[in-house]
Structure formats: C-alpha cells, structure tokens
C-alpha cells in the first residue's frame, strides 16, 4: 500500500500499562508527525520529526509521552503509565521536507480501562 | 498562540442548497490556511489551501485578513459532501493546529 499505515487500529489497555504505536510512512517522506484526537476535538499536534531528530515535540503533553524515529522511516509513539485521559484516536502523518502536502493514516483507536 | 474557530459543530443543507462552513483563527503572523475533510469510514485528507487559490469538488475558500476569516463555500451542496470538516492552520512551519470540525449533513 502507498498510504501512511499505522498499527494497531484499536488498543484497549489498562490503566497504568506502557503501550506503543506504530506508524509506517510513505515511502520517501522525510517529516512524519503525530497527532492525537479525543473525542469531539480536532487533531491536536503532538511532534514532528525531519528525518530521525524531532523537529518539534512542544505538543507532547507530558514526560509519559515519547517518540522515536530511529532509521529516519517508522516511527513509535510511546505512552508510559496510561492513564483514561489517554484514551483518544491516535493519528500519524507524513509529508516531504516542506510539509506541503500532510498525508495521515487512519489511526490508532487507544482506550484505556 | 495560534488558535482556529468553527462554531458550528453540525451544518445540515438541502441537497442544490449554497453551503458555508465558517472558519475563523486567531495567529499574528501571516498563517497558511487549509480545509480538511475526513468522509465516514475514510482517513483524514487535504481539500484545499489558500495559497493555491483553487476549486476543489466545488468548494472555494477565501482568505480574508481583516476578517481572520477562511470560510468554505460551494454554491451547490451534493449528497457526497456530506463529511467532517476541518480548519487548520500553519504559521509557516509544518505543524497544524486544528479547529474543532463542522460536520455537514447534506439532506435530500
């Protein structure tokens, strides 16, 4: 597939659990970004990175929050400690260097118990 | 600190009905302005943007300045316009700040 591909599509965890999540890019993109969405909100910023180095990580809401992007491709949302208020969809995006074009995936449905 | 407005949560239109779903952002500098639309089932994708200054599905949307405005409009509503719409906007980075999205309901 030539779309941006995150797994998994739905996590139900408990509270207090690490989860991870997984985002795939499109072949080439060098920016991939992080977005959460709860429910009856818009996307909401979370980091973006330029190859490996994070560009941006002034939406990570605290320090249970962490990504990596360790080849410059994939890329791992990690939540350390969940708690409810985690639960929300969780959206990858990709794009080229200049961010013209912002491809998302379909998300990552997080619930938290 | 930059900030996008769409006060309607759920715009419903007559299917050949005008529809304006009213955009409104809040940011100092000169902000790059794009709508979003996410159809039932899909993932979320770029409509348009105001730089391109183009007509995509028939919708249009001006920038207004004095305004701080960016509402979209198409003249003619169609049943598959029927979505989740979004607002959002760029102050030259790459990092979008999002509004709450209007969701349209296009009736027959």
């Known amino acids: 597939g030539a779309g941006v591909s995150q797994t998994p599509s739905n996590k139900v965890t408990e509270k207090g659990k690490y989860v991870e999540l997984r985002c795939d890019p499109i072949?080439?993109?060098?920016?991939l970004y992080w977005y959460r969405q709860s429910l009856g909100q818009g996307p909401e910023f979370l980091i973006y990175?330029?190859?490996?180095?994070?560009?941006?990580d002034s939406g990570l809401p605290n320090d249970r929050f962490f990504a990596v992007r360790p080849e410059g491709s994939v890329s791992t949302l990690k939540i350390q400690r969940t708690e409810r208020g985690d639960s929300a969809v969780y959206l990858c995006?990709?794009?080229?260097?200049?961010?013209?074009?912002?491809?998302f995936g379909e998300g990552s449905w997080l619930t938290v118990v | 600190a930059q900030r996008v407005t769409q006060p309607e949560k759920l715009l419903s239109v007559f299917k050949g009905a005008p529809v304006e779903l009213k955009c409104n952002y809040s940011?100092?500098?000169?902000?790059?302005l794009f709508w979003y639309v996410q159809y039932s089932r899909q993932r979320l994708q770029l409509l348009l943007r105001?730089?391109s200054r183009e007509s995509i599905k028939g919708f249009t949307a001006d920038l207004n300045k004095g305004e701080t405005s960016f509402h979209l409009k198409k003249p003619f509503a169609q049943e598959e316009d029927s979505a989740m719409y979004y607002c959002?906007?760029?102050?030259?980075?790459?990092?979008?700040?999002f509004g709450t999205g209007t969701q349209l309901k296009v009736e027959l």
């Open positions: 959002a906007l760029t102050g030259g980075g790459n990092k979008l700040t």
């Open positions: 990175f330029q190859g490996t180095g994070a560009a941006d």
């Open positions: 995006a990709s794009s080229l260097e200049d961010g013209n074009t912002i491809y």
């Open positions: 072949s080439g993109h060098t920016a």
């Open positions: 105001h730089i």
């Open positions: 940011y100092s500098g000169s902000p790059e």
